[in-house]
């Protein structure tokens, strides 16, 4: 079994269960390994699963450096149906026909996406607009003016197309926010679209087949204190 030594400083590669937040997953792990000084670099929305890195100790100083490093996603888009969120947390509140689309059409219109680009993120995120969280706001049915932020999208290739179903991969830079990318794949198409799964598959050489379960973090803490208790 690996040592490890949170107190002094670990990263830990998570892989982020469904409708988990990613402060569920850090408060889950520091209440499992009894580390106060404990984050995420990263943060993953709750509809999305994969790599999630955590920094303990002394490590908590390279979540910036983790942060910045380019990220690569897989999941599906649905195409003619519109939500607030961009994603599955709230009702479609628009459908489109989409029988015109054409597989070559929807490469296409990927392709205008790679690139250094302007991104408005989705009305339902963290971002601060007049000191409030934009999901805040858009929750209590307010609207807020997001402003563009400049990311670069490395890759956009669609992997698969079954019915209204996309299905891609995504590298891409800090900052991006992909339920955006998959709104605006709608857009350019003309059908909406949101983003109906995700899954964090890197972060730099970070990668989710290497990550572990909340359920091997606890199994870890409870052969070390197996471990303490034997050598007492």
């Known amino acids: 079994m690996k040592t490890y030594d949170f107190a002094a400083g670990e990263i830990l590669l998570l892989d982020k269960p469904l409708n988990w937040t990613s402060f569920d997953v850090v408060k889950k792990v520091r209440n499992t390994i009894r580390e106060k000084k404990i984050g995420h670099a990263g943060t993953?929305?709750?509809?999305?699963?994969g790599l999630l890195i955590l920094c303990t100790g002394?490590?908590?100083?390279?979540?910036?450096?983790?942060?910045n490093q380019e990220k690569e996603y897989t999941g599906s888009i649905r195409l003619g149906e519109v939500t607030p969120s961009y994603d599955r947390e709230t009702?479609?509140?628009?459908?489109?026909?989409?029988?015109h689309l054409t597989p070559e059409a929807i490469q296409a219109a990927a392709a205008t996406f790679v690139g250094t680009i302007e991104q408005i993120p989705p009305i339902y995120s963290a971002v601060m607009v007049d000191g409030k969280r934009a999901y805040d706001?858009?929750?209590?049915?307010?609207s807020a003016?997001?402003?563009a932020r400049t990311i670069t999208i490395k890759a956009f290739d669609i992997t698969a197309i079954e019915?209204?179903?996309?299905?891609?991969?995504?590298?891409?830079?800090?900052?991006?926010?992909?339920r955006s990318l998959a709104h605006d794949l709608g857009q350019v198409l003309g059908c909406g679209a949101h983003l109906s799964s995700l899954r964090r598959t890197r972060i730099g050489d970070f990668k989710a087949d290497d990550a572990l379960s909340?359920?091997?973090?606890?199994?870890i803490r409870k052969q070390q204190?197996?471990?303490?208790e034997s050598n007492s």
């Open 44 to 49: 993953l929305d709750p509809l999305a699963t």
């Open 58 to 67: 002394k490590y908590t100083k390279r979540i910036e450096e983790i942060q």
């Open 91 to 99: 009702e479609v509140t628009e459908t489109r026909d989409i029988s």
């Open 137 to 142: 706001l858009a929750r209590k049915g307010k």
């Open 145 to 147: 003016e997001l402003k």
């Open 163 to 178: 019915g209204a179903e996309v299905y891609f991969k995504v590298i891409c830079t800090k900052g991006t926010y992909i």
């Open 214 to 219: 909340i359920e091997d973090i606890q199994e």
């Open 225 to 228: 204190l197996a471990a303490n």
